[in-house]
């Protein structure tokens, strides 16, 4: 297809776990994003790559989070030692680049998210 | 801080009639962008409407209009003519500095 793909869907681990999850960008974007959306929440940024460089990773709430993007295409979100409060859907975006010309917004598309079990 | 309120946890409306979903937002900066999307219970965000900092005649796409009241920093989204498929969690959002910051959301029941 031609949008943003997350696998798996849905990913249900126990408390002390190490999670990966996926985003597959959509072709030709070099911007990507990752947000948490908690039970009840608007989805809260947490970190973006501009091709394979996280640009800014202020969003990741610990040293337990961190994500990859080695090609410029595909990128993988980790968590270490999981908790039950990083239970949550975890959503990817792209966009063409992250800004245009004199910063100007460009579309980030989103992607059907990661619903994050631990128990 | 930047920051995006929205403090309608839930609205109702009929069908057919038009409806006003609140947002005010707090930044420093001076470009910027404010959006609104719609997220169905299936949970894909969906994009509805744009408006710039630097626009000077509000937004429309459709059945949705910008309300920009950027004295106010308000950005207030209108639906005319509401619908079934309307019925969703509604989130307000700004972008700046290559980020998307969002409100908790606003969810909306559209009743025959």
């Known amino acids: 297809g031609a949008g943003v793909s997350q696998t798996p869907s849905n990913k249900v681990t126990e408390k002390g776990k190490y999670v990966e999850l996926r985003c597959d960008p959509i072709?030709?974007?070099?911007?990507l994003y990752w947000y948490r959306q908690s039970l009840g929440q608007g989805p809260e940024f947490l970190i973006y790559?501009?091709?394979?460089?996280?640009?800014?990773d202020s969003g990741l709430p610990n040293d337990r989070f961190f994500a990859v993007r080695p090609e410029g295409s595909v990128s993988t979100l980790k968590i270490q030692r999981t908790e039950r409060g990083d239970s949550a859907v975890y959503l990817c975006a792209s966009s063409l680049v992250a800004s245009g010309p004199l910063g100007a917004y460009n579309e980030q598309f989103f992607g059907p998210g990661t619903r994050l079990t631990v128990l | 801080a930047q920051k995006i309120t929205q403090t309608q946890p839930g609205m109702f409306v009929q069908e057919k009639e038009a409806v006003t979903l609140d947002c005010t937002y707090d930044?420093?900066?001076?470009?910027?962008?404010l959006f609104w999307y719609k997220q169905p219970s299936s949970g894909e965000m969906i994009f509805l409407i744009y408006?710039?900092?630097?626009?000077?005649q509000n937004a429309t796409e459709g059945r949705y209009s910008l309300n920009f009241q950027k004295a106010r920093k308000s950005a207030n989204l209108v639906i005319s003519a509401s619908q079934l498929g309307d019925s969703a969690m509604y989130f307000c959002?700004?972008?700046?500095?290559?980020?998307?910051?969002f409100g908790t959301g606003t969810r909306l029941q559209v009743f025959p």
């Open positions: 408006q710039g900092s630097y626009d000077e």
């Open positions: 790559f501009q091709g394979t460089g996280a640009a800014d």
């Open positions: 930044t420093s900066d001076q470009s910027y962008g």
């Open positions: 072709s030709g974007h070099t911007a």
């Open positions: 959002a700004m972008w700046s500095t290559d980020k998307l910051i």
